[in-house]
């Protein structure tokens, strides 16, 4: 008895414990992608707090292993979708932003000091960004190092069309830059257009991958709670070996699912703050 209440004790730790990691925290300020980034130190909690308590509810510890690895893995299949979405709000954030400079300027104002004045009412999917090249030109950082910035931080080749064009205006004094940003705010929408209908002939694919995950996730969770001696052969040595292969092939189908469907990322033709 004293050893299933510690059992009991613990599963329901390390599940009060996934819990209060899941649970978004206050919003965070947005910082640049970086490809490699870490695993997020909330998911990794879950991860580990959800795998304890799979390997202390079953006694496997492949199950504990496999229950960690679903946390840890599931959000990044699944979430191609999810992704599209922001970066195609992002490209409606630019074109605001593209249209709000070309306003500003026709106002008799500099470049920099539109881009100073629009960061101030920044369209909601680039706000963080533009307050980042704010701070930058207010710290003296030259024109054109801040906007190339700027682009690795947005990490798409429609901004670096408007950066670019932006940077030849401020080297090289260009003119008729209100017609340009006018060209590119355009072909930006234009985009955007063309990727939501990408997007939406995508969305069924993503469906029914997540519909596969969360039936194959569910049907194991009940046969664990309502059928245990169905699954009591994975309680040996050689069962243990057995669901870690099948948890191998189940993740890699998914993995396959996913990357039918996940969108390639265009090439980019502005790199580096430096040049």
């Known amino acids: 008895m004293l050893v299933g209440a510690a059992l009991g004790a613990l599963v329901g730790a390390s599940l009060a414990a996934a819990l209060g990691a899941l649970v978004p925290g206050p919003p965070q300020p947005r910082l640049p992608r970086a490809s490699g980034s870490p695993v997020p130190a909330r998911r990794a909690v879950a991860a580990l707090a959800v795998g304890l308590a799979a390997g202390l509810a079953t006694t496997w510890p492949m199950a504990g292993v496999l229950a960690a690895g679903a946390v840890l893995g599931l959000p990044v299949l699944l979430g191609g979708g999810r992704q599209a979405r922001d970066v195609i709000g992002r490209l409606e954030a630019l074109a605001a932003w593209t249209e709000m400079l070309r306003d500003t300027m026709a106002g008799a104002a500099g470049l920099v000091q539109a881009i100073m004045a629009s960061a101030e009412v920044a369209p909601a999917g680039m706000g963080a960004e533009l307050d980042r090249l704010a701070g930058r030109l207010a710290g003296r950082v030259p024109l054109a190092t801040?906007?190339?910035?700027?682009?690795?931080?947005?990490?798409?080749?429609?901004?670096?069309?408007?950066?670019?064009?932006?940077?030849?205006?401020?080297?090289?004094?260009?003119?008729?830059?209100?017609?340009?940003?006018?060209?590119?705010?355009?072909?930006?929408?234009?985009?955007?257009?063309?990727?939501?209908?990408?997007?939406?002939?995508?969305?069924?694919?993503?469906?029914?991958?997540?519909?596969?995950?969360?039936?194959?996730?569910?049907?194991?969770?009940?046969?664990?709670?309502?059928a245990h001696r169905f699954l009591q052969p994975y309680g040996t040595v050689a069962g243990q070996a057995v669901l870690l292969v099948v948890g191998a092939v189940f993740a890699a189908g998914l993995w396959l699912m996913a990357s039918m469907v996940r969108p390639r990322r265009p090439e980019r033709f502005l790199r580096g703050s430096e040049g």
């Open 146 to 226: 801040a906007l190339r910035q700027l682009a690795d931080e947005l990490d798409d080749p429609a901004a670096d069309a408007v950066v670019a064009a932006l940077v030849l205006a401020a080297e090289a004094r260009a003119g008729q830059l209100g017609e340009v940003l006018s060209e590119l705010a355009r072909s930006t929408r234009e985009e955007v257009a063309m990727r939501q209908r990408v997007e939406a002939s995508r969305a069924r694919a993503w469906s029914a991958t997540r519909t596969v995950a969360g039936v194959s996730i569910g049907f194991v969770v009940m046969a664990a709670l309502a």
